[in-house]
């Protein structure tokens, strides 16, 4: 390996092209348009690994239809806060994408966002009377209140015609239904993003490495290979934002702040069965979320989705789950070796003895033929054949593993942002809901990374871009209602309509 002696320096550095830093950098470009801000992605394009449309749900997850996202307690009521921030968090994301529209930043919305509605689907008495009760729970709430419920098999069958032909009419059903659902393609709107800052001035390299990072006298000294020959060199940056996905654990690592200590990694892959047969794709239009099997983590929620990925239509279904040791798709399966340490060693022993119901549901998945996976789709589609469907293979997602002071480890679903006390450097661990809080996520970076000039300067620009900044808008369902209004014409979605359902 060569080592060059040039240095260069920067405000801010971004390692990972995809939607996190891509939002990140559309934020701080347009708060502080003197700044320089260059991007850093090991592979050979942009958003190829999580944000990818082929390694996502592509889902604006908004718990209109994740049923994981309202569990039910002992006591049998239903827990909805967590379905309440999701929603509240990608409202956010939507006002800050209709700004860019209207600002110009995105000429055509519907290359990156498309109205697609969200379906929650159960069979048997007992999920019926859980879906009848988690409606009833959410209809409570402003946000949730153009969902509708039903048991109506014919008004499902309008809905969803695959799933219902050749099923059995005797078995119970039910479902949730809501047009204000989306699909979204991150990997897409991640270059949209990043194309905006590199025509403002940010630098973006591609086939970039970083090596190491280590902070002297307030700034971050970053040691990046280039990948295309071989060479090394120094950059400086007053502040870090390491957002590369699986990526992230060790890099994270390697700056050992103290913020660092014991965060551990538990990759997890996946499959999806992939339909392009026009004939069949065409009777669906939806994306209808079933119930988790026991042990499965949030991202492997069984759903079959209408997909529109690099202009051509697709059924998917999974995701399949599967065990590896890479933190990335294109990865190297000593991932997980090289992030084991002794302040996350014991974290990660605790875990993988309290979650043997996951470790269960893996192993079982891993054994999965293609004949038990097309048997699996049937329940959803019925009348599915085997002909039409191929697998293709999704991205890894790495669950977090963190210390706990009561149970000394604990797997943790959903993501977490890492940042250092004097907030010079934040890191971005963790997997679904992920892409869809893009924007919330990196407002939280905000406010602590530079929280001076987000309660000063910054604050007016914030609240243009988003109008619901800072306030809560299932407390003001007037200010819901013409936000919607707004970002359903800006990104030209489908205005929802007002359903009559008879049980």
Known sequence: MKNTNSDSSADVVLIGAGIMSATLGTFLKGLQPDWQINIYERLAGVATESSDAWNNAGTGHSALCELNYTPELKDGTIEVSKAIKIIEQFE?????????????????????????????????????????????????????????????????????????????NSEPIAVTWSDLGTDVNYGALSRILINN??????????????????????????????????????????????????????????????????????????????????????????????????????????????????GEDALLFGPFAGFTTKFLKCGSFK?????????????????????FALEHYLIQQVRLSFTDRMQELRTFYPEARDEDWHLAVAGNRVQV?????????????????????????????????????????????????????????WKQKLHEWIPSYGQKLEQNPELVQRIRDWTIKSLNLHTPQQQTINN
């Not at 551990?264 to 069949?280: A, D, T, Y």
């Not at 991932?335 to 979650?355: K, R």
């Open 197 to 310: 800052l590199t025509s403002h001035g940010c630098q973006l390299h591609l086939q970039h490495e970083i090596i190491d990072l280590k902070q002297q006298n307030g700034r971050w000294h970053l040691k990046i290979k280039d990948l295309t020959n071989q060479t090394c060199q120094q950059v400086s940056a007053r502040f870090v934002f390491i957002g590369a996905g699986g990526g992230s654990l060790r890099l994270l690592q390697k700056s050992q702040i103290e913020a660092s200590k014991g965060y551990g990694g538990f990759p997890v892959s996946g499959q999806w069965l992939v339909c392009k047969n026009p004939e069949i794709v065409r009777q669906h239009n939806a994306k209808v979320y079933g119930k988790a099997s026991v042990g499965a983590p949030p991202m492997s929620v069984p759903h079959l989705d209408k997909r529109v990925i690099d």
């Open 92 to 168: 956010l994301s939507k006002q800050f994408w209709a700004s860019l529209v209207d600002a110009g930043m995105i000429a055509n919305p519907s290359e990156f966002i498309r109205s697609v509605p969200h379906m929650s689907l159960v069979r048997g008495e007992t999920d019926v009377a859980f879906l009848r009760k988690r409606f009833a729970a959410l209809q409570q709430y402003c946000l949730f209140q153009d969902m509708v419920y039903t048991e109506d098999k014919e008004q499902i069958s309008q809905w969803v015609p695959l799933m219902m032909q050749g099923r059995d």
């Open 401 to 457: 593993i963190k210390k706990d002071p009561q149970k000394g480890g604990v797997l943790q679903f959903g993501t977490e942002l890492v940042k250092s006390t004097d907030g010079t450097l934040a890191a971005l661990l963790g997997a679904s809901p992920g892409a869809s809080t893009s924007v919330s996520i990196m407002l939280e970076l905000l406010e602590h990374c530079f929280a001076d000039k987000v309660s000063g300067e």
């Open 335 to 355: 991932d997980l070796f090289q992030t084991l340490n002794f302040a996350n060693i014991c974290p990660m022993l605790t875990v993988g003895v309290h979650n």
